[in-house]
């Protein structure tokens, strides 16, 4: 699964659909079942801020991306600064990405 596609799907829910910012906020929608995607970074330190979202996804039946950098995720989310995970809640015009991953 590419980080490329992750990181449109992010911008397009972003503007069609609704997403939600940050690793707690990404964990909470994983848990209450509303996540459809979730992209962390890969640079994130301490690493202990998103090791457990791969897991929490797998348990949960969530697709789950890491790209390389939380400059590249908080662009793609349209915040100024870095963020460590981003979770799809409604993926507005990303379905077709979502599809694919």
Do not use: F, Q, W
């Not at 801020?49 to 390389?68: D, G, N, R, S, T």
């Amino acid at each position: 699964m590419s980080a490329e596609r992750a990181l449109e799907a992010v911008e397009l829910a972003r503007t069609t659909g609704k997403i939600k910012k940050g690793a707690n906020e990404a964990t909470k929608a994983i848990e209450r079942g509303v996540a459809k995607l979730v992209v962390y970074a890969k640079d994130v330190h301490p690493a202990e801020i998103v090791m457990h979202l791969p897991l929490l996804c797998k348990e949960k039946a969530v697709k789950c991306v890491e790209v390389p950098t939380k400059e590249e995720l908080g662009i793609a989310a349209g915040v100024r600064v870095g963020t460590a995970a981003v979770a799809i809640i409604n993926e507005g015009e990303a379905k077709n990405i979502l599809k694919e991953l």
